[in-house]
């Protein structure tokens, strides 16, 4: 039954023909019938109404306007050379309803018309002398026979309007699966954003410390191997906190956001920026640390931004500020925000580190900076000292942007 169906609907203009000869068939049998009437027109004109008739079922569907014309102009020498209406007339009833449901708007008005019209012009042409006299009688009936044509009409332009409702709805189907592609993609690009920041923000910082360390400790190693020791302690201990970081990135990879404080080490905090600069410390940055205000609990995001500002711009000190480059961190604890200013007196960056973006794979801890920064709605200063150095300044607000 699937496949008679599927089959009627890839060929509709072959089903409409064979209804066209079903129709045709019925109509040369009447005529047949008729044959004897003197009031008919010859039988050779009634075959050509009702071959013309059959040929406007036949390609309804390709050409519903032309077959309408078609079905008006046969009409009309129907009632000049009297051919009374017979059963190839109902190609009228389905040219009116093909039009109503698929055709122009001008043919669906013209079909409306015509069958406001069909009812009176058959009454006056054939049944002004039968016997129906009075008035009532005569209207009455003209109303009987107007309801199916009207009917047909009717039932054709609500499938018009289904139609379109339908194609709306599809349209609206189709326009959201193309919003959701958008937004998935636009998802996908912000995660992949957001982990090459962690990534960087730990491979950064914590593989600079240990080369750093790893290079005092050659340099001390004959010399002092205490102070050897303790920068490989300090290796050691930084390649822990980097193995621990990356292993929260890779669960938050593979199980999502929501087992991160499970499982795995829990992003950093403004209260360990403390133990950041520690051990920045002991890698051999001086480094003055002060909180100003009064500390208290932040939104989790803000407080990932914080640190990582703080990590990125003392990872930038001791990659540009020079050996004997010191810093300064400062938070400020505001009402309506927290303010992070550090700054160096080093040699600075290269005016494209901080300004174009950077070049040759470098200067993109800055930007991740700013985009940290905007995600939060915050701002961001930096840019070099005036005496010297470098300065990164930026205040984090405690409402989340709009």
Known sequence: MQRLYDFIRRHPTGVDTFWAVILFG?????ITALADDPKQAGWPVQVLVALGMAVAVALRRRVPERMLLLVIVVGLIQ??????????????LVAVYTVASAGQRWASRVALVGSLCAAPLAHVRWLQTGGANSPAEKVFFVVIMTVPFVLAWVLGDSMRTRKAYFAQLEERASRLEREREAQAKVAVA??????????????????????????GAAYVMDASPEQARTALETISTTGRQALAEMRRLLGVLR??????AGEYVPQPDVEQI????????????????????????LPSGVELTAYRIVQEALTNTRKHG?????????????????GLLVEDDGRGAAHEMYEDGGADGRGHGLIGMRERIGMVGGTLDAGPRPG???????????????
């Open 26 to 30: 019925f109509s040369c049998l009447q």
């Open 322 to 338: 020079g050996p004997d480059a010191g810093a300064s961190v400062r938070l400020v604890y505001f009402d309506d925000g927290l």
């Open 255 to 260: 199980t999502g956001e929501h087992q991160e």
């Open 190 to 215: 912000a995660e992949r954003a957001r982990i090459a920041r962690e990534l960087h923000d730990v491979v950064a910082h914590n593989v600079s410390v240990m080369v750093v360390q790893a290079d």
């Open 79 to 92: 009632l000049v050379v009297n051919v009374a209406p017979q059963v190839q007339d109902f190609a009228m």
């Open 388 to 402: 010297g150095g470098f300065r990164i300044s930026a205040l984090l607000p405690l409402k989340p942007a709009h």
């Open 274 to 297: 403390e133990e950041l600069v520690e051990t920045v410390r002991k890698a051999g940055l001086t480094v003055d640390f002060k909180i100003e205000g009064t500390p208290r609990p």
